[in-house]
Each structure stands twice: as C-alpha cells, then as structure tokens.
C-alpha cells in the first residue's frame, strides 16, 4: 500500500484515516447521536488490521469522551496507530462550547488529552478552528512550545483559511491543515490545496462522504429519521435543493463503483485523494460493517476518464439549479 509523508514531517499516512468524531457519542452539542462503545472499538480495530496506521479526533468530540474510546481500541494494540487530535474548543459545566486558544486553556487541554487517550506525546496536535481570530497567535505559539517541550510530535492546524496559515507560520512551520474537502463541497480547491500545495503543508481532508450523505447508504428515508440530536438535521446538505442533487450524484458513483466492486463512498474518498495536494483522507466509521465497507479506498483509484465523468456530472447539476 502506497503511503505519503505528512508535509514535511517523518509521518508515513496510509490513504485513509479513522475519523472518530461520531465515536463521541450523544450528549453535546455537534453530536450524531447515540453511538455504542463497543461498535466504535470494533471499527477501530477493523480499519488498523486492514492496514489503516492512524486515526483523527478531537478534544470536544463528546466532550472528551472520544478520546477515551480511542484509548481503549488501542489497549494491547501493535504496531500502534499514529494519533491525532485538537484543541481550542472547551466545554464549561453547562454543556456549553467554549472558543478558546489562550495559552493556559490549550495547555489544560493538551494535558487531558494525553491522559485520556493514555500516551505520553500526541503525534500530531491541531488547532481545531481559528477562533477567536485574535488569539491564533497565542495558540500557535503554545503549540511551538509543547512542541519543544515533547508533549507533541507535530502541530498543524484544522479549518484555516489561507490568511490564517499565513498568520501562523509567520510564527513557526506548519505540519498540516484538515479542511472539509467532498465532490460536493470542493471550494479547497480555490485556495487551500494550492497554498499547502505550494508551501509544503500536508492536507488531510475530512467529510470525504460529506458525513454519510455519499455512502450510498443515505436516502430521504433515512434522512428523514435522523435521531433528534443528530448535527446533520440542521446541516444544508440534508436539506433541499442539496439533498436531491447529492442523491442523483450517488447514483452515478454507485455506477462507476459497480464498475470496480467498490461502493459510492470508496469512489466518493477515491476523487478527493486525486488532488495531488491531498496526503490523506478522514473516514469516519461507527462499526465494523462501515468501515469494511470503505477500506476499498485504500488501494482504489479513479481514472482520468471517470474524473471527467463526475465533473461533467456536476457542471449539468450546476446549470441545473442556476
């Protein structure tokens, strides 16, 4: 299996990744609903055996409660998996999401994060939003210092638009940015990609499916029945005009798919992993069954011709709906 190095760091990614965001569970504010552990674990596990070498989350992905679950798939687990997760969101005692990059609070958070995924250096520490804008300085530069102090191999940032970047490596390097990247939301291509592309930034793009939408697995039904809590009621892509047009986009990804034995969400992940600015790719995955149903994208790749095939695709949805 053919990996990439993360920017200009000594990380070897496979093309795909285990994003654990659902893995958080139910009980806070970007849920997806109620997620049991032991499903989570399975997917986990299911992904590493099949070669996949790391796994993305978050501090605030159930409010810390991720991370645990992260842990707790790696007990025992060899080789181990590079891990990667984020700061700058907290929670107070009320449940309430809290914006914040100030030295202290990062500080707080890098040291709850290495004890609740049970590791003495987080390999890749990320800034999870540029928010608040005023304090990007602060949070990078408290980054650079755990950084030197070994408490994190390498620090990227998530969510940066090209004038954040620009901010913070002003200050020191940067290992990488994660901006939402799908066949559906692609407007990294206008700036992001080029940027990281040429300044040496590794990219690992998440919602390669747009959060399920591009499986093959969604229809209106389904949509229709989303549990109360889950974030992507509220979401514009499950919504009209958007849903109907990423439906029919699913079923021409299901066709280029049947031409392979490969699902619409493996061609969904196989187009973003065709940008040559992209190192890897963020799965999300909440069993066993998900996620052999994706791991097909670690080896599959699209051709010139079916990349033209979904850009003409898109350009007649365009029109369409101008």
């Not at 994003?19 to 590493?48: E, N, V």
């Not at 609740?116 to 800034?127: A, F, K, M």
């Not at 992507?232 to 280029?256: C, D, H, K, N």
Request: hydrophobic share 40%.
């Amino acid at each position: 299996m053919q990996k990439r190095r993360l920017g200009t760091s000594d990380l070897e990614l496979t093309p795909i990744g285990i994003g654990a965001w659902a893995m958080g569970g139910s009980g806070w504010a970007f849920s997806w609903g109620p997620q049991d552990d032991r499903d989570s674990i399975a997917a986990i596990r299911t992904a590493l055996e099949a070669g996949v070498n790391w796994i993305d989350t978050a501090a605030v992905y159930g409010y810390g409660h991720a991370e645990e679950v992260v842990a707790r798939a790696l007990e025992g687990v060899s080789p181990r998996p590079y891990v990667f997760t984020k700061c700058g969101r907290n929670w107070n005692e009320r449940g309430e999401i809290v914006k914040t990059l100030r030295r202290e609070d990062v500080r707080k958070e890098c040291e709850n994060s290495l004890r609740r995924l049970r590791v003495e250096t987080i390999d890749l520490y990320q800034i999870h939003w540029p928010e608040p804008e005023e304090q990007i300085e602060e949070g990078w530069e408290t980054l650079v210092r755990l950084k030197e102090e070994g408490k994190v191999r390498w620090i990227g940032v998530s969510n940066f638009q090209v004038s954040h970047m620009e901010r913070a490596a002003r200050i020191a390097p940067i290992t990488s940015n994660q901006p939402p990247y799908s066949i559906i939301q692609p407007e990294a291509e206008r700036e992001i990609l080029p940027y990281c592309q040429a300044h040496s930034i590794g990219v690992i793009v998440y919602a390669p499916m747009k959060s399920g939408l591009l499986t093959g697995a969604m229809t209106r039904e389904r949509v229709a029945r989303l549990h109360p809590e889950d974030w992507r009621r509220r979401s514009p892509y499950f919504q009209e005009p958007m849903l109907t047009r990423a439906l029919r986009l699913v079923e021409l990804l299901r066709a280029i798919g049947a031409r392979h034995g490969r699902s619409p969400g493996e061609v969904a992940i196989a187009w973003t992993l065709r940008h040559p600015a992209v190192t890897g790719a963020i799965v999300g995955m909440r069993s066993a069954a998900q996620a052999s149903g994706i791991l097909g994208a670690l080896e599959f790749r699209l051709s010139p011709e079916e990349i033209e095939e979904i850009a003409a695709f898109m350009s007649r949805s365009e029109e369409a709906t101008a």
